[in-house]
């Protein structure tokens, strides 16, 4: 069964809210995540590293105001995307390393911003 | 920048074997190839991993030479369901922390 989990997995919203994903391990503790994004016929593209308890890093050209990211427990992390425009429309995907197996996947949050 | 190497597209009939080549000529001794596949709108799934041995289970085998330069996979009955993109990643299997960066991919297509 899935390991990971991510809320929700579609997600339509108007240009300028806030949408909040959350990714979820789920039987495990993940001190580490990361979020990817991926656009249509593209590989994934890793944003930043969600660090329990600490800032997260973000990769060159993430904007970090743009794309909160929140580690709040050993089990959950969250990605904002504040004031969303249409060129943030993607599919949104999380992972976290899972003992003995190394990284598992979410499963995606389609976004997309009218 | 990702460390593999891999053909963009390969095609391949119901029932046959696919094996899916990628080059890693860069590896580092202490890293592991790992092979994750993507069925379309939906996250990467695990299939292996290997250091310098074989490796079989019950989705694939993994084959990888022995100067580790590169490394096969290899779907032994291939369906339907195996279209999909297949991404070879190398990484330190015992580092938690390290952040798994994503090439191209081959776009394996099953033909019926």
């Known amino acids: 069964g899935a390991v990971v989990s991510q809320h929700p997995s579609r997600v339509i919203c108007k240009s300028g809210t806030s949408v909040k994903i959350e990714c979820r391990s789920l039987?495990?503790?993940?001190?580490?995540m990361f979020w990817y994004r991926q656009f249509p016929k593209q590989s994934l593209m890793l944003m930043a590293t969600?660090?329990?308890?600490?800032?997260?890093?973000?990769e060159q050209g993430v904007e970090k105001d743009k794309f909160l990211i929140n580690h709040a427990s050993l089990t959950l992390s969250t990605l904002t995307v504040t004031s969303a425009h249409p060129e943030d429309s993607s599919f949104y995907i999380c992972?976290?390393?899972?003992?003995?197996?190394?990284?598992?996947f979410g499963p995606g949050t389609r976004l997309t911003v009218l | 920048d990702a460390k593999t190497t891999q053909p963009p597209s390969m095609d391949c009939a119901e029932g046959r074997a696919a094996n899916l080549p990628c080059n890693h000529s860069?590896?580092?001794?202490?890293?592991?190839v790992y092979w994750y596949r993507q069925i379309h709108s939906q996250g990467p799934q695990y299939i292996i991993h290997?250091?310098?041995n074989n490796e079989t289970n019950e989705m694939a085998s993994l084959i990888i030479t022995e100067d580790r330069k590169s490394s096969t996979l290899i779907l032994p009955h291939a369906t339907l369901r195996d279209t999909a993109v297949y991404y070879c990643?190398?990484?330190?299997?015992?580092?938690?922390?390290?952040?798994?960066?994503f090439g191209k991919g081959t776009r394996l297509h099953i033909l019926p």
């Open positions: 969600s660090n329990e308890g600490s800032k997260a890093t973000y």
């Open positions: 990643i190398v990484r330190p299997s015992t580092n938690r922390d390290d952040k798994i960066i």
């Open positions: 039987d495990f503790q993940a001190t580490t």
């Open positions: 290997g250091l310098k």
């Open positions: 992972s976290a390393y899972r003992p003995g197996l190394g990284p598992s």
């Open positions: 860069t590896i580092s001794g202490n890293e592991y």
